[in-house]
């Protein structure tokens, strides 16, 4: 009984950990993570972070000041398809406060003098940039990238605890052991093996214990006793697979489903979903124009039917300030900034994005705290995926989910 308890508390203790982190996508924009911090006395608190925060205040003030004197056309941006970061399995992003003020000291000796005394010093913003426009986004991103590192790390920084809770998620052990050609010979001559090969292959082999709940240490020591007994870690290997397999499926599956989804019979070229009509034109467009070209394959097309539903139809709020999300997968609220521009790129791809969570697929990146190192580490699986990477789009395997799910043949 007692170790039932001890169990079931370890469980609890998980699960709570993972419904009580908030939600902060991974490649969230300068400008949620400036509203997201506005409840820490406007984003400056008593954290040694803090002058990357004032710095990037600074910045994107200027940034607007620029903006606000020019053409609609002339108008700069840090927000396009190139210019988005990605954070693939095999180079994950490693951020804790002494590597980010280590990138923020190269950065104040690299910034031409011009933009420092702006932006770190404290002189005027000018209407016009003081170097070239391109220079100016140049160094405008690299202010973008560790003002979004240094607030990430402010809002995770409460809740490490949960992130640590996370690590179970990490996916990397099973992924890495599946591109291992002839692992199964590699396992059987453990003895053989050149000694950094075993510390790559053990560290792979724990993680993918975790995934299937076990702690780290368990896993450790069970390993380790299969090796010190002179006996093949394949078994354990073996043992583990479906945990690391069902980790890595349930980054792209669907797990919760609409029931006012149209794809029946006859019209397998067609998926008709429900779509609250909005009171302007211009975000009915938006929403049409993007989610429209996003989500077709082939011959296959999704199509927005905008009707005067109720709550649980699919429906968008703007909210001044908010995090973009959505209410639970399958949820039917895409919340949006409504202080951001409809016409950016980054807002654009969110909405083709959140979308994707309505149908109920979830995002496929991982993110956890590591105990060991100190380190929050985060990673995307597929770049190349919508729902993993603003580099992303979509892809067959979501046209092959969505039907999986979704499609209802003729009798």
């Known amino acids: 009984m007692k170790l039932f308890l001890v169990m079931f508390w370890s469980v609890m203790a998980v699960t709570t950990a993972y419904s009580r982190i908030p939600h902060l996508d991974l490649e969230m924009t300068s400008g949620e993570y400036r509203s997201a911090l506005q409840s820490r006395d406007d984003g400056e608190g008593n954290s040694e972070l803090d002058p990357i925060i004032k710095m990037g205040k600074r910045f994107f003030d200027w940034m607007k000041l620029v903006n606000d004197n020019r053409p609609k056309d002339k108008k700069i941006s840090i927000s396009n398809p190139q210019t988005q970061p990605a954070y693939p399995i095999e180079s994950p992003r490693v951020s804790n406060p002494k590597l980010i003020l280590g990138a923020f000291s190269k950065l104040k000796e690299e910034l031409p003098a011009d933009i420092k005394v702006v932006v770190l010093g ?31 790390w402010l809002l995770q920084e409460p809740w490490l605890w949960g992130y640590a809770s996370k690590k179970q998620t990490d996916v990397r052990g099973f992924y890495f052991l599946s591109k291992v050609s002839n692992l199964e010979g590699e396992l059987n001559n453990w003895s053989e093996l050149p000694e950094e090969s075993k510390t790559q292959y053990f560290k792979w082999l724990v993680n993918l214990c975790l995934n299937g709940g076990g702690s780290e240490e368990r896993c450790s020591d069970k390993l380790s006793e299969i090796i010190n007994k002179e006996r093949s870690p394949l078994s354990f290997y073996q043992e583990h697979l479906k945990d690391g397999q069902a980790r890595w499926d349930e980054l792209f599956r669907i797990s919760e489903k609409r029931d006012d989804i149209q794809w029946m019979g006859s019209s397998l070229s067609l998926l008709k979903t429900p779509f609250v009509k909005p009171d302007s034109p211009e975000i009915e467009d938006f929403l049409k124009v993007n989610i429209e070209d996003e989500w077709k394959w082939g011959d296959w097309a999704l199509n927005l039917n905008f009707i005067d539903g109720g709550y649980n139809t699919t429906h968008v709020e703007f909210i001044p300030g908010a995090t973009p999300h959505v209410n639970g997968l399958a949820g039917s609220t895409i919340t949006m900034d409504a202080n951001q521009p409809i016409t950016e790129y980054h807002v654009k791809w969110t909405i083709r994005h959140e979308f994707g969570h309505t149908l109920g697929f979830p995002d496929c990146y991982v993110e956890f705290y590591d105990t060991n190192t100190r380190e929050m580490i985060s990673y995307q699986i597929d770049t190349s995926n919508l729902m993993c990477s603003r580099r992303g789009k979509l892809q067959d395997k979501h046209y092959q989910e969505l039907k999986r799910v979704y499609y209802t043949p003729s009798k």
């Open 122 to 152: 404290g002189s005027a913003q000018t209407i016009d940039p003081p170097v070239s426009d391109e220079e100016f986004i140049y160094w405008g991103m690299k202010i973008d990238d560790i003002y979004g590192r240094a607030s990430r």
